[in-house]
T-cell receptor
Framework: GAGVSQSPSNKVTEKGKDVELRCDPI?????LYWYRQSLGQGLEFLIY????????KSGLPSDRFSAERTGGSVSTLTIQRTQQEDSAVYLC???????????FGQGTRLTVV | GEDVEQSLFLSVREGDSSVINCTYTDSSSTYLYWYKQEPGAGLQLLTY?????DMKQDQRLTVLLNKKDKHLSLRIADTQTGDSAIYFC???????????FGAGTTVTVRA
């Protein structure tokens, strides 16, 4: 597609349920990032992929969070046993290795009730 | 992240100039970026500067880079109400040009 696509755009889930967030990067972009932005806060780095491997997972807040990327393209971020503090906008970005200008998706707004 | 720091808030009067500052820690940074996030929207790239440059101007935007002090600034001339947004500084570094973002500066333009 023309830009980074994230789905769903909004997700309301009950506390304790698992959720999957999807990111479809720009075709050919090797780098993919997940960030979290809580209300009124800055960007919190979660994980970074280069191709299918994740050289930096340091930002994942707990072992309830995991992410994978297959075929060097689509990535899913999974949050197990969601908690209210997981409520935030989850942003995905992709970039080429060469100049690394990152293009962001519109984000998934997750609300845990 | 902790490697890139910005002040959190800036209030400016319409028509004045805004200056947003950023400091970074890694001298091997190759590119430095400014992103803008309007309310309810994703981040959009405003401008970037290569690390061997001191200044870049693009219409109302001026980016200044002091590599010795690892200091980056964004000046917006004739600030308008549409400039109200969160501005993020970012750097790319290392062999794989991994991006690191600051926490963002919320700019409020008052009439």
């Amino acid at each position: 597609g023309a830009g980074v696509s994230q789905s769903p755009s909004n997700k309301v889930t009950e506390k304790g349920k698992d959720v999957e967030l999807r990111c479809d990067p720009i075709s050919g972009h090797t780098a993919l990032y997940w960030y979290r932005q809580s209300l009124g806060q800055g960007l919190e780095f979660l994980i970074y992929f280069q191709g299918n491997s994740a050289p930096d997972k340091s930002g994942l807040p707990s072992d309830r969070f995991s992410a994978e990327r297959t075929g060097g393209s689509v990535s899913t971020l999974t949050i197990q046993r969601t908690q209210q503090e997981d409520s935030a906008v989850y942003l995905c970005a992709s970039s080429t290795r060469i100049r690394s200008e990152a293009f962001f998706g519109q984000g998934t707004r997750l609300t845990v009730v | 992240g902790e490697d890139v720091e910005q002040s959190l808030f800036l209030s400016v009067r319409e028509g004045d100039s805004s200056v947003i500052n950023c400091t970074y820690t890694d001298s091997s940074s190759t590119y430095l970026y400014w992103y803008k996030q309007e309310p309810g929207a994703g981040l959009q790239l405003l401008t970037y500067i290569f690390s061997n440059m001191d200044m870049k101007q693009d219409q109302r935007l001026t980016v200044l880079l002091n590599k010795k002090d690892k200091h980056l600034s964004l000046r917006i001339a004739d600030t308008q109400t549409g400039d109200s947004a969160i501005y993020f500084c970012a750097e790319s570094r290392g062999e794989d040009y991994k991006l690191s973002f600051g926490a963002g500066t919320t700019v409020t333009v008052r009439a």
